[in-house]
């Protein structure tokens, strides 16, 4: 499964003009995240990928983005790590991006390259919720009640909990008129309220394009 910008942006918190500014390098610095899948049109993000923008998303909110290119770049030249941006831990304190663990933080910025002073951080669990400008960002693994995204299931696509069923088919299906209690005619085993659900989580990534679509394909409000 790979995630076109509209939904790896939904998933992620970041936004599209957001995406293109940190898949390319500036002179503030290199690329803050440049797509696992594919870089150029059309772009795909991976899961892991989605893992690090969440991250990058956190840090933007408390930090500027001319120190997370700055720390990307430390990382991954000074201190020559190269695993995928999802494999560490940043944190920010407002002023500077450390690389944490559980025991100890190195300064990404401040001094890089070294291991600074130990320094406690709340290391942020980067899948569950949060609120960025007032906008709810969903669980990564739990979008909705009845909607979850698995990289063991579909590669991750949004799925209907407990099958298989992609949430997107059952939203189109309410969105070209079928009655959610109808829903199970077509995907047995799938409620209704799932059905709804569906529905509404597909409302949220296209609120990301600026172009929602309500019953019957119309054109809603973001």
């Known amino acids: 499964m790979s995630y076109e910008p509209k939904l790896a942006a939904a998933l992620s918190g970041a936004t599209i003009p957001q995406l293109s500014r940190w898949r390319h390098a500036s002179g503030a610095g290199g690329a803050v995240l440049v797509p696992e899948i594919s870089a150029t049109r059309p772009i795909l993000y991976s899961f892991r990928d989605l893992v690090a923008l969440r991250a990058c998303v956190l840090l933007r909110q408390e930090t500027s983005l001319q120190r997370i290119r700055r720390a990307v770049d430390s990382l991954r030249d000074d201190l020559g790590e190269r695993e995928h941006l999802s494999e560490y831990r940043l944190v920010t304190d407002g002023g500077t991006v450390y690389l944490a663990d559980a025991d100890y933080a190195v300064d990404l910025i401040g001094r890089k390259g070294g291991k600074g002073n130990l320094v406690i951080h709340q290391l942020v669990d980067v899948l569950a919720p949060f609120y960025r400008d007032g906008r709810h960002i969903p669980d990564l693994f739990s979008p909705r009640p009845d909607v979850a995204v698995d990289p063991h299931v579909r590669g991750g696509e949004p799925v209907i909990r407990g099958t298989r069923v992609p949430a997107s088919e059952v939203a189109a299906l309410i969105r ?6 109808q829903i199970a005619d077509f995907f047995p085993g799938v409620s209704a ?14 609120s990301y394009s600026g172009t929602p679509t309500g019953p019957g394909g119309s054109r809603g409000a973001a």
Not at 193 to 206: C, K, M, P, Q
């Open 193 to 206: 309220e799932a059905a709804l659900e569906a529905t509404d989580f597909s409302d949220y990534v296209d």
């Open 176 to 181: 070209d008129g079928v009655e959610p209690e």
